[in-house]
């Protein structure tokens, strides 16, 4: 038995980790995702929710999307691993104390985009010196968030300054 619960584990690292490289690009799922991962599923549906990594929260699996929302943890991970980096908006510094805190990032504050973000795709928040601030869903395309001053650009999901969850 010990060997079928070791293939199902591999099972499932290797799908969320598929699911990864499809949303991040590249071959971050390994990055993101390392061997000790501990998925927690859904008691309703049985489907895959939550991925901690060493008691602290990577990634939640968003059911009806089907894809990751990550926490400032998992953003770093699959950030850093990034061989050609995208999904980024970069922030005015004024700013980023509020978007630290999990406010959302308007138009008129953003210095500079990846020009391929589509809206709803998640985004990191990075400042000046390339460090991610916040996590959220992009509300437009990186174009118009280089030429709007108008309007929100990233609803912020998670900040820097919030409270990280860890395991229970």
């Known amino acids: 038995m010990e060997g079928n619960e070791r293939l199902v584990q591999r099972s499932i690292l290797e799908r ?3 699911i990864a490289n499809y949303q991040f690009g590249g071959n971050v799922g390994e990055k993101l995702f390392p061997e000790d991962v501990k998925v927690i599923f859904s008691k ?9 990594s060493g008691g602290r929260l990577l990634a939640a699996l968003n059911p009806t999307t089907g894809l990751f ?11 850093s691993s990034m061989e050609q980096k995208r999904l980024w908006v970069k922030v005015d510094d004024s700013v980023v104390p509020f978007i630290e805190r999990g406010k959302d990032l308007f138009a008129k504050h953003v210095v500079d985009a990846d ?3 589509r809206p709803g795709e998640e985004v990191f928040v990075i400042n000046s010196n390339g460090e991610i ?3 959220g869903r992009a509300l437009l395309s990186g174009s118009e968030m280089k030429v709007f001053k108008r309007g929100v650009a990233v609803k912020v999901r998670r900040g820097k300054c919030e409270k990280q969850n860890t395991e229970e």
Do not use: Q
Request: aromatic share 10%; glycine share 6%.
């Open 133 to 135: 601030v916040a996590v």
């Open 16 to 18: 969320i980790r598929k």
């Open 115 to 117: 020009e391929d973000i």
């Open 69 to 79: 929302t990550l926490t400032i943890e998992g953003a770093r991970r699959v950030f």
């Open 44 to 52: 309703r549906t049985g489907r895959i929710r939550y991925v901690y």
